[in-house]
C-alpha cells in the first residue's frame, strides 16, 4: 500500500497491475447503518490513530525531531495530539458500552513510517482523513447527542490537520469546504493501514474497494496539471477503452473529468477549485457512486497551490489581454475596488491581494471603497 503526496511518501509497495478479468463477489442489499454502527466505525478509525502516534513518538525521540528540524516545542504538541487521540478511543468505547454494545479492540498496524519526516507526513494525511470521516459519517447519525459528541471529535481533528499541515509548509486551511468522504471511501483508505484484527471485533458493514494511488511521477501537482493513479483493480480487456471519469470528491458534489486507461494507469487533469487534500475515485459512468459505477479509490492527491492565487492568475490574463504593452491613447488607469460594510464573505481581504496585482504589477491608481450597510443620501469618492 502507498499514499503518495508532494514529498513522495511511500508507505508499502507499488500497485500491481491485473491483465485478466475478474468480478468481485456479489453482495447482498447494503444493510441499514445505526448509529452504534458510526460508533464502531469511528472507534476503528481512533484506535489507527491513537495507535499511530503513540508508537510513534516511542520510535522517535526529541533529539529525532530536532535533527528532523522540528522543535520541542512542536513534539510536545504531537504529545498532546496523541492524548487527543486515547481520550476520543476511551470516550467512544464508554459510549458503547452505554449502549450495551461491545466496541472493536484495537488491531494490528502496519503504518510504513521509517523517520521523523514520514511520521509527520503520515500524521498529517490521516488527520486529514478524519476529518472527511466524520464529515461524511455526520448526515447519517441519528441521535442529536451523538452528533454532536462526532462534530466536537471533528473540530479537534481540523486543528491537528491544520497544525500538521502547517509543519510541513502547507497551506493549513486549503479550501473553504472540507470534502466529505463515506463509510466504504474511509474504509478503503484506513484499511491499507490494517494487518489484521481480533477474532472478537464484530464486521462492519462496509467494504473496501481496490486501491488507487498517485503515480510517484506526478508529484508536483496544480490546477489543470496532468495526473496518473495506479490501481489493482482488474480491468477487463473490453472495458479498457472505456469511458472513465475521476470524480473529485467535493462537499457539493463530485467534479467529474475524463479519464484514459493506458498501461495500467488511468490518466486526468486535475479540475480547478482543489486544493490541499484531495480524494480522487475511478467511475465507469459520469455522474455516478455507487459501487456498480465505481471501479478504484479513492486515492488522496495533494493539490499545491491556493484558490486566491488561482484569481489573481485569471485577472492578470484578463488584464493582459485588455491592456496589451503597446502604447495606447491612456495615460492613467484607475481602480475602484468596493466591498460591503458587512463584510460576512471576507471580500475586503481577496480586495487587499488584488489591489496589489493592479498597483504593484500594472502601476494602476487604487482606491478602496466601503458600501454602508445603511443607505446614504450621496456617496463621496
Same mark, same amino acid.
Given at each position: 500500500?502507498?499514499?503518495? $503526496? ?146 466536537? @471529535? ?39 493501514? @490494517? ?27 496544480? $490546477? ?27 462537499? $457539493? ?41 465505481? $471501479? ?86
Amino acid at each position: 500500500m502507498k499514499f503518495s $503526496t508532494a514529498s513522495s511518501i511511500v508507505l508499502a509497495t507499488a500497485s500491481t497491475c491485473l491483465a485478466h478479468p475478474t468480478r468481485r463477489a456479489e453482495e447482498a442489499a447494503a444493510p441499514k447503518i445505526t448509529d452504534v454502527d458510526i460508533l464502531q466505525y469511528a472507534l476503528t478509525l481512533e484506535h489507527l490513530e491513537d495507535k499511530f502516534y503513540r508508537e510513534g513518538l516511542a520510535n522517535f525521540t526529541l533529539k529525532h525531531f530536532e535533527e528532523a528540524g522540528f522543535n520541542e516545542t512542536f513534539y510536545n504538541n504531537l504529545k498532546e495530539v496523541s492524548y487527543d487521540e486515547t481520550t476520543h478511543v476511551s470516550f467512544l468505547t464508554t459510549a458503547l458500552k452505554g449502549v450495551n454494545a461491545t466496541p472493536v479492540a484495537e488491531c494490528t498496524y502496519a503504518f510504513g513510517v521509517t523517520d521523523v519526516k514520514t511520521f509527520i507526513a503520515t500524521a498529517a494525511i490521516l488527520e486529514g482523513v478524519g476529518v472527511s470521516a466524520y464529515l461524511g459519517a455526520a448526515a447519517s447519525i441519528v441521535e442529536k447527542a451523538y452528533l454532536t459528541a462526532a462534530a466536537s @471529535i471533528l473540530t479537534v481533528e481540523s486543528r491537528h490537520s491544520s497544525y500538521l499541515r502547517a509543519a510541513q509548509k502547507q497551506s493549513p486551511f486549503p479550501q473553504p469546504f472540507d470534502a466529505p468522504l463515506d463509510l466504504n471511501e474511509v474504509f478503503t483508505l484506513a484499511g491499507q493501514f @490494517i494487518v489484521s484484527c481480533p477474532a472478537t471485533n464484530g464486521a462492519l458493514p462496509v467494504k473496501a474497494f481496490p486501491l488507487l494511488t498517485l503515480d510517484p511521477a506526478f508529484m508536483n501537482v496544480t $490546477t489543470n496539471s496532468s495526473v496518473a493513479f495506479e490501481t489493482k483493480a482488474v480491468i477487463a480487456e473490453a472495458d479498457k477503452a472505456g469511458p472513465w471519469y475521476a470524480a473529485w470528491v467535493s462537499v $457539493t458534489g463530485p467534479v467529474y473529468t475524463p479519464a484514459t486507461y493506458v498501461d495500467c494507469k488511468f490518466h486526468t487533469t486535475v479540475p480547478v477549485g482543489y486544493h490541499g487534500q484531495n480524494y480522487v475515485v475511478i467511475s465507469k459512468k459520469e455522474g455516478c457512486m455507487t459501487d456498480d459505477c465505481v $471501479t478504484a479509490g479513492p486515492a488522496i492527491v495533494e493539490v499545491t497551490g491556493k484558490n486566491v492565487e488561482e484569481y489573481q492568475e485569471d485577472i492578470r490574463k484578463a488584464i493582459s489581454t485588455a491592456f496589451n504593452p503597446h502604447p495606447t491613447a491612456f495615460t492613467k488607469v484607475s481602480v475602484l475596488l468596493m466591498h460591503w460594510e458587512n463584510d460576512d464573505l471576507d471580500v475586503a481581504l481577496l480586495e487587499q491581494e488584488l489591489g496589489k496585482v493592479f498597483e504593484e504589477i500594472y502601476g494602476f491608481d487604487v482606491e478602496y471603497y466601503e458600501i454602508k450597510a445603511t443607505p446614504t443620501a450621496s456617496i463621496d469618492f
